[in-house]
């Protein structure tokens, strides 16, 4: 068995509560008779950490003893705040300079890592947006003198040969992970679909000493000579092909020592004609040794990946039982709307998976992949491909223009049709793909109830069009991408709702249990001129929710892009038991913890025009 999974009641020690990203809390103060009493306990706001205000703040603060940290501001800074009370016990930002300039992510991160050693000494990791690992007092936010230099680390130093100190564009957003004395880095990368070169930074993921800054093992996500999976780049591809970052938090099995990567795709996103093969380990999920950074397993989700199908978020680890049998589960979540889901100890699928043929591209330079893997169980969790019955049906009028609009692009017979040339032989626009290059799935991922072995996923209904052409006055690859956005009918989506929902698999048998769009009608499609006199299902948003379980309740925001509502339901039917106003939108992940005897729900919340805060609930006094 996994021992930290929902092991730790009152605190939420990791970004996703445990090193089994699970996002639960085994707390119960707050349940079904209660929950609706919720009240904003306290309101902490960002506004003030950097020149501009934080409006998409993404942050998950993380709970040690009722003391919360987090990170804030254009400029990352990490704080403490009392969790009780909100007050603000110490902040601490690194000044980057000009080399911030350069910051692919120069946002307010998703937060922070904690890790205690042996003495008794507790510390905050902080990955700023320059590309910094920095080692601070949990107590008092200063920097640790005996971490690195002056306890700041340069992650730049010793990356790749000949990168440049303050301009290459690699950074990060998401938290290091520790596991035991080990902090693992990952990195982020500029969006890839317009690419200005065929070469870049490469995401090779390292492992340092939490107490000395020491570099102990380096991962490379592009298999270099004599390394497994090198045979996968065909010619030098692999000395020039950047990102295959992990810039998604991490997991990690401590009882086992295993530390796993979702890996993202290489350079560009879109088109791989600069880089024929497989690729290893781009749009993997590698399973590494985490004290000496050795490959145990590893599963490419998408072989020579060119639909920007990175993995986006933490895999979750999850105790299943399977015909009686108990699994140790691993369980990537992807855009193209799969659960992959392994026996996190051997790699092994928890149920079959098919290697099948796909279509092939037509792109001058370009060779996709003979065949991709696709499971069996569980059935995708969102719409997967573009036809006919995907299309908008409100009315036969606007199913019929849709139909129209649909002409113009090649449209997905399979979830992996090609990517297609802005203006092509047959005349068409592009390829119409869904999920598009957001998802299904992304960062906010999903949640795991340990208890019951249900998982809950949060996803989005938005197709994108995969269009490409020839624009050397901007990259010296042969084509980028012109085009993502996808066509509307009237105003309304293309395709037909709900466009954003949650759903609820037994992992126990991959049978989904229920699904639900994440939330009501918009008013601008529930009063569209063509649909005033229908009466309109509860659509859903086109967000992804961010998601929280606990012992009692699933906790749901509607996400960027939705309305400032935050929803308990019940986790076995999705029945919504409460509907509670927050200030502003979620856009970080909720998390909860106890302190001073308390159960404390906090969320991040921002939106246009609206400065990003932290706002508590809890129960009234």
């Given at each position: 068995m996994f021992p930290a999974l929902g092991a730790v009641a009152e605190d939420w020690v990791h970004y996703g509560a445990d090193l089994g990203a699970t996002r639960y809390a085994g707390l119960s103060q707050i349940n079904a008779e209660n929950v609706a009493d919720l009240k904003v306990a306290w309101r902490w706001k960002s506004e003030n950490y950097g020149p501009r205000p934080e409006r998409k703040y993404s942050t998950t603060p993380i709970a040690i003893d009722g003391i919360l940290y987090a990170t804030a501001g254009y400029r990352r800074a990490a704080v403490a705040i009392d969790g009780a009370t909100g007050e603000t016990l110490w902040m601490y930002r690194f000044d980057e300079g000009d080399r911030a300039d350069y910051a692919p992510r120069r946002n307010s991160g998703r937060g922070v890592a904690y890790w205690q050693g042996a003495d008794g000494g507790a510390r905050i990791f902080l990955l700023t947006p320059g590309y910094h690992l920095i080692s601070l007092d949990?107590?008092?936010?200063?920097?640790?003198?005996e971490f690195a230099d002056g306890g700041v680390l340069d992650l730049k130093e010793d990356l790749a040969?000949?990168?440049?100190?303050?301009?290459?564009?690699i950074g990060a957003s998401s938290p290091p992970l520790i596991v035991d004395d080990v902090v693992i880095v990952g990195a982020a990368l500029d969006v890839g679909m317009r690419s200005p070169s065929m070469r870049n930074v490469p995401g090779h993921v390292r492992g340092f000493d939490a107490r000395t800054g020491k570099l102990l093992w380096t991962f490379h996500t592009i298999a270099?000579?004599?390394?497994?999976?090198?045979?996968?780049?065909?010619?030098?591809?692999?000395?020039?092909?950047?990102?295959?970052?992990?810039?998604?938090?991490?997991?990690?099995?401590?009882?086992?020592?295993?530390?796993?990567?979702?890996?993202?795709?290489?350079?560009?996103?879109?088109?791989?004609?600069?880089?024929?093969?497989?690729?290893?380990?781009?749009?993997?999920?590698?399973?590494?040794?985490?004290?000496?950074?050795?490959?145990?397993?590893?599963?490419?989700?998408?072989?020579?990946?060119i639909w920007d199908w990175d993995n986006p978020t933490a895999p979750i680890l999850l105790d299943?039982?399977?015909?009686?049998?108990?699994?140790?589960?691993?369980?990537?979540?992807?855009?193209?709307?799969?659960?992959?889901?392994?026996?996190?100890?051997?790699?092994?699928?928890?149920?079959?998976?098919?290697?099948?043929?796909?279509?092939?591209?037509?792109?001058?330079?370009?060779?996709?992949?003979?065949?991709?893997?696709?499971?069996?169980?569980?059935?995708?969790f969102d719409r997967q491909g573009v036809n006919e019955a995907a299309l908008i049906d409100f009315t036969p009028e606007l199913h019929a223009e849709a139909l129209e609009v649909v002409k113009r692009y090649r449209t997905s017979t399979s979830l992996f049709s090609p990517p297609?040339?802005?203006?092509?032989?047959?005349?068409?626009?592009?390829?119409?793909?869904?999920?598009?290059?957001?998802?299904?799935?992304?960062?906010?991922?999903?949640?795991?109830?340990?208890?019951?072995?249900?998982?809950?996923?949060?996803?989005?209904?938005?197709?994108?069009?995969?269009?490409?052409?020839?624009?050397?006055?901007?990259?010296?690859?042969?084509?980028?991408?012109?085009?993502?956005?996808?066509?509307?009918?009237?105003?309304?989506?293309?395709?037909?709702?709900?466009?954003?929902?949650?759903?609820?698999?037994?992992?126990?048998?991959?049978?989904?249990?229920w699904m639900m769009a994440n939330g009501d009608t918009p008013k601008r499609i529930r009063e569209h001129r063509d649909l005033a006199e229908l009466d309109i299902p509860r659509t859903g948003k086109s967000s992804r929710a961010g998601l929280l379980v606990t012992k009692t309740l699933l906790f749901a925001g509607e996400g960027w892009g939705g309305d400032p509502v935050f929803r308990a339901h019940d986790k076995n039917t999705g029945t919504i038991i409460a509907e509670l106003e927050l200030p502003a939108t979620q856009t970080g992940l909720p998390m909860t913890f106890?302190?001073?005897?308390?159960?404390?729900?906090?969320?991040?919340?921002?939106?246009?025009?609206?400065?990003?805060?932290?706002?508590?609930?809890?129960?009234p006094d």
């Open positions: 949990a107590e008092t936010g200063r920097p640790v003198g040969p000949d990168i440049d100190m303050a301009t290459a564009r270099q000579p004599g390394e497994f999976g090198h045979d996968t780049w065909e010619g030098d591809s692999w000395r020039y092909t950047g990102n295959a970052a992990v810039w998604a938090p991490m997991s990690a099995d401590a009882s086992l020592g295993y530390v796993y990567l979702p890996v993202e795709a290489a350079t560009s996103d879109i088109y791989g004609g600069h880089r024929l093969g497989n690729n290893l380990f781009s749009s993997s999920l590698v399973c590494l040794d985490a004290t000496t950074g050795q490959r145990i397993w590893h599963r490419q989700i998408v072989r020579h990946d299943v039982v399977i015909d009686g049998q108990s699994i140790p589960a691993v369980i990537q979540l992807t855009k193209q709307a799969f659960a992959y889901a392994f026996n996190r100890t051997t790699g092994e699928p928890l149920w079959p998976m098919e290697e099948r043929a796909v279509p092939q591209s037509d792109v001058p330079g370009e060779r996709t992949a003979a065949r991709q893997l696709f499971p069996t169980r569980p059935a995708p297609s040339l802005v203006d092509a032989d047959d005349g068409s626009k592009g390829t119409l793909i869904l999920p598009g290059s957001l998802g299904g799935a992304n960062w906010e991922g999903g949640a795991a109830d340990p208890e019951t072995g249900m998982l809950y996923v949060a996803s989005i209904t938005r197709p994108s069009v995969y269009a490409l052409a020839a624009d050397p006055e901007h990259s010296d690859m042969n084509y980028i991408g012109v085009g993502s956005v996808a066509p509307r009918v009237r105003g309304l989506p293309l395709i037909k709702p709900p466009y954003g929902r949650i759903t609820a698999i037994d992992m126990n048998t991959g049978e989904h249990r106890m302190a001073n005897d308390r159960q404390f729900i906090v969320v991040a919340v921002g939106g246009p025009g609206v400065p990003g805060e932290l706002v508590a609930l809890a129960l």
